[in-house]
């Protein structure tokens, strides 16, 4: 399941309507992602993110539909904001409940690296000099690379 | 054809979104950037160094090969920066 917002969400709350009534999962794995005060040597203020609507929800579905396919999931949930976010605040939350925790730990990982380079949003921070849009690194780009062949624990 | 710019693709250009009549001629992504270009200076600027640009069509991720029709809705973008 997927879902983009503007507003914020109870991670706690998340995960206990992802597991309820549910006796097949063994555990569950969270990732969320919070707004950092430091970028570089620049002290942000605050950020935006800007989405593509229609597009984001396409891709983040996708990239959902392939997490489930690769691995033996009970549940999982991607909620990512858009807006303007200050730090401290909570950007993204990917939550994959399994009935054995390798698969869960080994999902939320492949999802939350496939949304940094897949899923249309673009930072826009404020620091000091001026707003100044984030630009992608690269080492967003390795850390997606290596999901692109199949790892053996989805076989 | 609906086109449309986010980040800072958007800011250089200094709008939202064009409604592009395809030129005789252009065929594919990389055609019609090459028209885009000739509309203005920021348009030219935005989009003069490919490796910084990403084309969505319908969007899906596209090649700058990727043929295009009338009715597709083009995006063109910076690497994402989400997460």
């Known amino acids: ?155 | 054809m609906k086109v449309l710019y986010f980040a800072w693709l958007r800011t250089r250009i200094g709008k939202p979104e064009d409604a592009i009549e395809l030129p005789k001629g252009v065929g594919d992504v990389r055609g019609l950037i090459d028209h885009l270009r000739g509309l203005g200076p920021g348009y030219d600027q935005a989009l003069k160094d490919l490796k910084t640009v990403r084309v969505a069509v319908n969007h899906e991720y596209v090649g700058f090969d990727h043929r295009l029709k009338p009715t597709d809705e083009v995006a063109l973008f910076p690497p994402v920066t989400g997460g």
């Open chain 1, 1 to 155: 399941m997927i879902r983009v917002q503007r507003e914020d969400f109870d991670p706690g709350r998340e995960i206990a309507r992802l597991t309820e009534g549910r006796r097949d999962i063994g555990g569950v794995v969270s990732f969320v992602g919070l707004v950092r005060d430091m970028a570089g040597d620049a002290k942000i203020g605050a950020m935006t993110l800007e989405h593509y609507p229609g597009m984001t929800e396409k891709q983040l579905a996708a990239i959902d539909a392939e997490a489930n396919r690769r691995w033996p999931l009970a549940a999982s949930l991607v909620i990512h904001r858009y807006g303007r976010l200050e730090p401290g605040d909570r950007i993204v939350l990917v939550a994959t409940a399994s009935p054995h925790r390798d698969a869960a730990f080994d999902a939320s990982r492949f999802l939350i690296d496939w949304l940094k380079t897949r899923a249309p949003f673009w930072k826009l921070e404020e620091t000091p000099r001026g707003a100044e849009w984030v630009e992608a690194k690269a080492s967003d780009d390795i850390a997606a690379a290596r999901w692109r062949k199949k790892p053996d624990a989805a076989e």
